[in-house]
């Protein structure tokens, strides 16, 4: 028999990838402050109803783009595959399914990242949890897609509660944290999924991953309110 191949890649263009970036601010409004002699930002007003923040990548082609697909279904025929399926999975975690993180919550502790669950209404999400059991964060992959339109996939970052930004005093307001996990090989991943099948009912199934988040560098970061 002669079956299907596949291969799957994540882009490594650090144009695209700096798309990913995302930046979510606890000052609610669009004016920042700052301490005498700390250098201002671009303030950005992203508050949310119900949380501090929220932001949202824009890529034109969505997420799928920064995946690319390399397929045949071999002398079997059928058709060939196109697109895949995005989820966010945590590379490392321990029995409890946790990957620790180098956050801080303002009252609640340390902040763990979790897979969110189906009874609570979270599948498919990456929870930011404190040692008291609050959700602090929410990561998830979201279809931005106007109702009727081809779906178009974005990274979503929700900050519901305010993070401990460790300087405190007069010398600085505005301070940025960035989403760093702990661990040996940890790590938060945006995982592109795709299978290639042919005629006969043979498949292939490959994937490929992004860090949005390990233990060197980070593309999620979160300013201070003064």
Do not use: C
């Amino acid at each position: 028999d002669d079956g299907p191949t596949l291969s799957v890649s994540a882009t490594t263009d650090a144009a695209k990838l700096a798309g990913l970036a995302l930046n979510l601010d606890e000052t609610q409004g669009g004016t920042d402050r700052y301490a005498s002699g700390e250098t201002a930002d671009t303030a950005v007003n992203d508050d949310y109803a119900g949380a501090i923040a929220r932001q949202t990548t824009a890529f034109a082609n969505g997420l799928n783009s920064l995946f690319g697909i390399t397929a045949t279904t071999g002398a079997d025929g059928g058709t060939v595959v196109t697109s895949g399926t995005l989820s966010l999975q945590l590379a490392g975690a321990d029995q409890s399914g946790h990957v620790a993180t180098t956050l801080t919550a303002t009252n609640g502790g340390a902040i763990h990242l979790e897979m969110g669950s189906v009874e609570a209404g979270t599948a498919g999400q990456v929870l930011g949890v404190d040692a008291s059991g609050d959700t602090v964060f929410t990561v998830a992959v979201v279809n931005t897609a106007a109702l009727g339109d081809p779906a178009l996939y974005q990274l979503q970052v929700t900050l519901k509660e305010a993070l401990n930004h460790g300087t405190d005093g007069s010398t600085a307001f505005d301070e940025v944290l960035t989403l760093l996990t702990s661990g040996t090989d940890t790590a938060l991943q945006l995982k592109y999924t795709v299978t290639q099948a042919d005629a006969d009912g043979d498949s292939i199934t490959q994937s490929a991953t992004i860090d949005l988040a390990n233990t060197a560098a980070g593309a999620l970061s979160f300013d201070d309110d003064g």
